[in-house]
């Protein structure tokens, strides 16, 4: 040999470079490499888990819609709308409104006139028509009552039902358990939603650990080269836990695009209407919802990578 | 005329490198290694041999801590490879150069980035400049330095062994072990893979060797360690174990 090593000191900012030029070359650029290589056999957790996320970023985006929708209705549910008679005398009203004013469980009262009521009506989705139908105005004048609990409005709907301005047919809005029977449905929802998702997240995550099981055995040389001549355990793991997180990433950019694209498309085709369907979903929300499908692109990669290794590598 | 080798320090007056006391490794009920006991000190080359199965490869593999012993301890450069964490098991491998059958060259890499690699990815502070001139003064010593630019795939079985050997010293580890390392070699490269070692060991390296290559074990006239069923049968020293060593036993 010529001579042994002597190792110099060489300056910290030097040191800094060199560990850092070895640590992008060799974890980075060696991930990025195998990760090119092994394109192929990563192709199907690639598509696998592109599909979860856009379901994932799909549904996620209804589930924000379902609960904008909640929580308007729960501020409907605590209004109750005393609809008037046509021929309901002013005084009576007054009274009526009065006396409804005083109840301590009563926070306000608002008015809609029947003028009223048909502009909100016609704002509606699906009643424009039914309120042009006819030549005259079918909906009627009402007493807009925001009670302070939920659980006081049977109290006073029988206060308000009997009086003699309400309407014989139809004498307020309250329906018990209406509120009570929305929330059943969107907890169903809620939880099919999430049984599909983690469906489709385990069915990505098995494929991902495969495909990272297949890397581990087709560089099973290098890697017990690395082992054997010390390399600690985060060089040898690091570069598959960032091939994970590659895989992962292209599958969240895929996905998220898709679902901010579909999302724009669906905002620009519906309009108004969107709104009413899918109430507080905007172009920024659809924004957040993609990075969000990004990051959890990146977690999911990265994550079945660490689980990976973690059951098939060797220390 | 081969260069004069350096002075070789004498067992007496240097502790041990590698240690093993009442070592055992057993694959379920099946020991493998059973209660060995030895020392090897810097500087000394020593055959391990017997016949196949006889927990020789894991007696290496313990050394390496690529294996933990069921019971017994095994020290390597003074640090206690029983017992060390997962986390800092490649401390122990460092201390260790492993060469191995069929050589592991990584097939897309040079002789000499081959040798690099296992430098840098052992040792980040390595710069590339470093690592090259390192792993080109490795495969000069072995005689390569003027095939350091090819692929494993165009190298002799021998020059592949030899690249193996840079790559595990280039580190300039305490400990080398070899297991069957001419085992896929002709008789003349086997003795010039065998040349190294001693080389190695006179440069102060403890070096074990497994083979089955009794002829070399028996001309070169070093330690010889005999496993027979996992047990340290024999622990002839160097210079008493020719022919004639029945005489140093009678």
Redesign the interface.
Known sequence: MAGTVVKGRFPKARLVRVVAGNVARLLFGGAARNWARNAAGTAPALCSMALVLLMSGLIGLTAFALRNMEAEQAAQASILHVYLRDDAKPADVSDLRQRLQLDPRVASIGYTSKDQALARAQSLPGLPELAGSTDSNPFPASLDVQVKSIGDMAAIDAIARVDITADPQQPTSYDRGAYQRLQAVLFGIALAGAAFIALLGFVAVTVTMNSVKAAIHSRRDEISIMQLVGAPRWMVRGPFVIEGAITGGLAGAIAGLTTFGLTGAAIAAGAGGFAQFAPGVTISVAGVAAAAVIAAGLLLGSGSSLLTLRRHMES | MRPLAPPRPSRADTRPIVELRSVTHAYGSRKAVDDVEFALHPGELTFLVGPSGAGKTTLLRLI?R?LRPTRGEVFVNGLEAHTVK??R????????G?VFQDY?L?PRLTARENVA??????D?????EEARD?AL??L??VGLGDRAHSFPIELSGGQQQRVAIA?AVV??PPVLIADEPTGNLDQDNAWEIMDLFEDIAA?GTAVLVATHNIEIVTRLQRRILTLVNGRLVRDQPAGQTGRMAWLALS
């Open positions: 390496n690529e997962p986390k098991v490649a401390e122990v491998r460092r201390q260790v492993v592991k990584l690699f296992g430098l840098q990815v052992a980040l502070r390595v710069s590339d390192r003064d490795a000069e010593a790559r580190a300039q440069w």
